[in-house]
């Protein structure tokens, strides 16, 4: 089933070059009828679709999960006010949750991506990661040097530290991952994906090929 039209990726096209609140308003039933609804029904459609393995995710609403279309511009040079694209976290507590353990994902004009991993972490549960991680070196690397999670998203992103404690240091020298702040890992499809039926089958094996590695990080950094 195909939940958006083609005047999911028309309105963003023209968003991007009328991107005021004169434009918006002008057009805002538009957007409630060809991107908000469908992207609300998306949404929920995959959390029932996660659910039915995962418990975890039954009591989970999509406007839990779905990130708003303005944009926070108290400190951007950017004072465009609306986002050019939609997107949403589905987590055990939505937007809410410091979980690893879900999907984010935005459909743009410009590409579908769909993100797992470790984005924004705090140091004690960087160190304990980077603990777990050198004392599981050939498990880590089973994971992220699977054939199905290359073939997907390639490699593991991240910021890295220049310095870290020279407990790690013997480990990280084996395994420069280590270094990482943060670990995290991205699919990009084509835009003209988001009218596909399939495009529901496309993120939902996004988030099983990824689960593995997330699970191996949760083991280590207990959140909710």
Known sequence: MS???????????????NNHKDWFDANRKRYERSVKEPFKLFTQHLIDELAKKEPVFKDLKASDC???????????????????????????????????????????????????????????????LREGISNHLK???????????????GVIHGEKNKKIDKVFQEAAADEPLIY????????????????????????LNCYQVGRPLELFFNQFIQRS
């Open 66 to 128: 779905i990130f708003r279309i303005n944009r926070d511009i108290r400190f951007s040079k950017d004072k465009t006010p609306y986002k050019t694209m939609c997107s949403a976290v589905i987590s055990p507590q939505g937007k809410k949750s410091s979980s690893i353990h879900g999907i984010y994902f935005e459909l743009s004009p410009e590409h579908i991506r769909a993100y797992g991993g470790v984005y924004e972490i705090d140091k004690d549960d960087l160190y304990a």
């Open 180 to 203: 990482n702040k943060q670990f995290y890992f991205y699919a990009t499809f084509e835009s003209d994906r988001i009218t596909d039926p399939q495009l529901d089958k496309t993120l």
């Open 139 to 153: 498990t880590f690397r089973q994971l992220y040097s699977s054939p199905d999670f290359k073939t997907l998203f």
């Open 3 to 17: 939940f958006f039209s083609e005047d999911y990726l028309l309105f963003f096209q023209e968003l991007a070059a």
